[in-house]
């Protein structure tokens, strides 16, 4: 793959959510800050891989998204349908709903071998962020830039 251009770049990170729901907004919200941050065009959806799935695939098939972000709880399918529908990266984030979100984690986590979903701990959406944004800057000097300084931030505030 050749450079992104993040300015000139429509929509880079797709973040989905199976619900508008408070926990899954909480999430979202999380995510959404980092993008912000990093000034990251971006958008949210809500599609859930049981209650919409044939919505959820038209989407997928016709996003220009670059990373896609997917936030759910329960029995959380979203991640793994997205990444079944998909070849590029996704991210799954466990949400406690209920069962302290163990049930999403293993839900998520648990992929067969063959398709990839890259698990986050659960309500952790400022790392499903993160990580997106870690891979869009794989082909983004600036974007590598701001995150060692954003690394070197951290870091000093708990020195
Ligand atoms: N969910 C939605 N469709 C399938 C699943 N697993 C998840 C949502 C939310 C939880 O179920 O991501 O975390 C409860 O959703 P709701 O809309 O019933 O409050």
């Keep these: 793959m050749s450079d992104i251009d993040v300015k000139k770049s429509n929509i880079l990170i797709s973040v989905i959510a199976g619900s508008k729901n408070k926990a899954d907004r909480e999430v979202v919200k999380q995510v959404t800050d980092i993008l912000d941050e990093f000034e990251i065009p971006f958008e949210t959806k809500i599609f859930s891989a049981h209650r919409s799935p044939y919505l ?37 984030v466990p949400v406690n709903v209920n069962l302290g979100g163990l049930d999403a984690l293993f839900s998520i986590v648990q992929m067969p071998p063959g398709i990839s979903v890259a698990t986050v701990g659960i309500d952790n959406g400022t790392n499903a962020a993160l990580l997106a944004i870690q891979i869009i800057a794989i ?19 708990y020195e």
């Design 56 to 92: 959820l695939e038209n989407y997928i098939n016709s996003s220009p998204a670059q990373v896609f972000i997917a936030i759910a709880g329960l029995s959380a399918a979203l991640p793994g349908v997205i990444a079944s529908k998909t070849i590029k990266p996704t991210i799954g």
């Design 139 to 157: 082909y983004n000097e600036e974007l590598t830039e701001k995150l060692k300084l954003y690394r070197e931030q951290k870091r000093k505030k």
